[in-house]
Structures are given as C-alpha cells and as structure tokens.
C-alpha cells in the first residue's frame, strides 16, 4: 500500500509527464523571428483560480470564448519587467477583440509587494498571486517568464518560454491568428 503523501506525489508526477509529453512532441514554428511552441494535439488548459490583486477570485473557466495570454512573471524577474509595458499595450489594443492577459506572479513573498509593482507600472489586466507555486507547477514552468496562449475554446495553442516582443509583427501575427481563428479556438 502506498502511503497517502507518495499517491499524491505519483498523482502529480504524472500530471508533469503528460503535460512533459505534449510539448515533447510539437511541432515548432515562427511566425517571422518569432519563436513559439505549438502543441500536435491541443489538450484542455489546466485550471487557474486564484485571486487578483483587490481580493476577487478570477478562474480560466469564466474566459471561455476568449483568447487568453497566460503570462507566469515575477516582480524579481528583470526580463519579466521589461515585458510588462508590451504586454500593457497589447491588453489596451487587442482587448475589445477578445485577448485577455492574465499576469501570473510567482512571488512567494505578500501580495502587497506585487500589488505595489502592478500600480508603479500602470498594469490594468488581471494580476493573480501564485504565492504557493500550485498554478506554476500545473503549467510546468521551469523559466520566467513562460507564457501559454489559451484559445477561446479553453485549449492550450501554444507556448513561449522567455521573453517575446509581442508587439513586433511576429507576436502580433500569432495574437491576430488566435483572434480571428474559426471554430473551437
């Protein structure tokens, strides 16, 4: 018999395998220089529900319909801050067409130190705390920033592991192709 902690343990090493596996077998492509991820068989995103900055919970469930820029960071991060302004820019511009970044910080520090960082910088899309890491391990990130691009039907499309210029042709073309995609994305 397997001792309750080791089941979990096995529980989330194979949830980390298969989510391993479906980006071992991707086929990569660019749009221009732009280097993103896209996943053979596009498999439901992993849950996200966590609370924003003024103590409200947002989940992923409720973005359904929308296409969703998942965007690990953290306040200690250097490459992290310097995407934040573009990422700012993208939300303002493409945010009546149906983008939705969610800023997940990974500080394991109070929110307080988040929160201060989001109001210093004018940042005005949702800012989750994953102060317990649990959202970054269902993603699987091992580098920030990691950035998941979720269709309006709830599946990951793709994925980008460290900084973008998502405000260069390349990042626009892949935000507009998710936008204007046909059917289930």
Same mark, same amino acid.
């Given at each position: 018999?397997?001792?309750?902690?080791?089941?979990?343990?096995?529980?989330? &090493?194979?949830?980390?395998?298969?989510?391993?596996?479906?980006?071992?077998?991707?086929?990569?492509?660019?749009?221009?220089?732009?280097?993103?991820?896209?996943?053979?068989?596009?498999?439901?995103?992993? !849950?996200?529900?966590?609370?924003?900055?003024?103590?409200?919970?947002?989940?992923?469930?409720?973005?359904?319909?929308?296409?969703?820029?998942?965007?690990? &960071?953290?306040?200690?991060?250097?490459?992290?801050?310097?995407?934040?302004?573009?990422?700012?820019?993208?939300?303002?511009?493409?945010?009546?067409?149906?983008?939705?970044?969610?800023?997940? !910080?990974?500080?394991?520090?109070?929110?307080?130190?988040?929160?201060?960082?989001?109001?210093?910088?004018?940042?005005?899309?949702?800012?989750?705390?994953?102060?317990?890491?649990?959202?970054?391990?269902?993603?699987?990130?091992? !580098?920030?920033?990691?950035?998941?691009?979720?269709?309006?039907?709830?599946?990951?499309?793709?994925?980008?592991?460290?900084?973008?210029? &998502?405000?260069?042709?390349?990042?626009?073309?892949?935000?507009?192709?998710?936008?204007?995609?046909?059917?289930?994305?």
């Amino acid at each position: 018999m397997i001792p309750d902690s080791s089941q979990s343990n096995i529980q989330r &090493w194979l949830l980390a395998g298969l989510l391993v596996l479906m980006f071992a077998s991707v086929v990569a492509e660019e749009a221009g220089s732009f280097d993103i991820t896209y996943p053979k068989q596009r498999l439901e995103a992993p !849950a996200i529900r966590l609370q924003n900055l003024n103590g409200n919970t947002v989940s992923l469930d409720t973005l359904r319909g929308k296409v969703v820029l998942v965007h690990f &960071w953290a306040t200690f991060c250097i490459p992290c801050l310097e995407e934040m302004p573009v990422l700012e820019s993208l939300s303002q511009e493409y945010g009546r067409q149906g983008l939705i970044i969610l800023g997940i !910080a990974g500080d394991r520090g109070k929110t307080e130190v988040v929160r201060e960082f989001a109001e210093k910088t004018g940042v005005s899309f949702p800012v989750l705390h994953d102060q317990d890491g649990r959202i970054r391990n269902q993603y699987e990130v091992v !580098a920030l920033p990691t950035t998941y691009l979720v269709g309006r039907d709830g599946k990951i499309s793709g994925r980008a592991i460290g900084t973008r210029s &998502w405000d260069e042709p390349g990042g626009r073309a892949v935000i507009e192709t998710q936008l204007h995609a046909k059917g289930a994305q």
